[in-house]
């Protein structure tokens, strides 16, 4: 009985311990808006390495989870356009990044957005919605900072029949 109990006991720490670093490593989101069709649509479900950037800072093309700068009770999903010491424009909806237009093959809903070159600062990142027309991101408050991200999207798994990987590839012409 006493061997039992041991290992019960065991078994309880054991998970307690696994359900803890899956809660400091992992998280789901709940994407809401249509910011980010068509990656991801309202209602649909995506893990989010809250780890990943303890060992390297967010690359281009990433789809980020952070806390919305002018209310941080909220979390927002955009993809990650600009890193620290990159300068951004757009000019008739086109994004200029370092003086390379940026193919966005992504984008299905474009917008015709013209804006001034932006340099960004350490631990700043410009982050757009896919869908820019129906996106509230950097254009209307700026960049994100490094300690406002919550983590990178990284698998949708919800509705199953939409399970994929979420892609990083961004494209120069």
Do not use: C
Request: charged share 20%; hydrophobic share 45%.
């Amino acid at each position: 009985m006493r061997a039992l109990v041991r290992e019960l006991f065991k078994t309880i720490i054991l998970s307690i311990l696994v359900f803890m670093a899956m809660h400091i490593s992992v998280q789901n989101y709940r994407v809401q808006g249509p910011s980010m069709q068509p990656t991801l649509v309202q209602g649909e479900y995506v893990i989010v390495n809250k780890l990943v950037y303890a060992f390297q800072p967010p690359q281009l093309g990433e789809v980020v989870v952070f806390q919305f700068p002018e209310d941080r009770s909220r979390d927002l999903v955009k993809r990650v356009i600009g890193v620290p010491g990159d300068t951004v424009s757009m000019k008739n909806g086109l994004v200029i990044l370092n003086n390379a237009v940026l193919e966005e093959p992504y984008v299905t809903q474009g917008d015709s957005t013209t804006m001034p070159p932006i340099t960004l600062g350490a631990g700043e990142f410009f982050v757009l919605g896919d869908n820019r027309q129906a996106s509230n991101d950097s254009r209307n408050w700026g960049a994100v900072t490094f300690e406002d991200l919550i983590g990178r999207a990284w698998v949708k798994f919800w509705p199953v029949d939409k399970l994929n990987i979420l892609s990083t590839a961004l494209f120069w012409d």
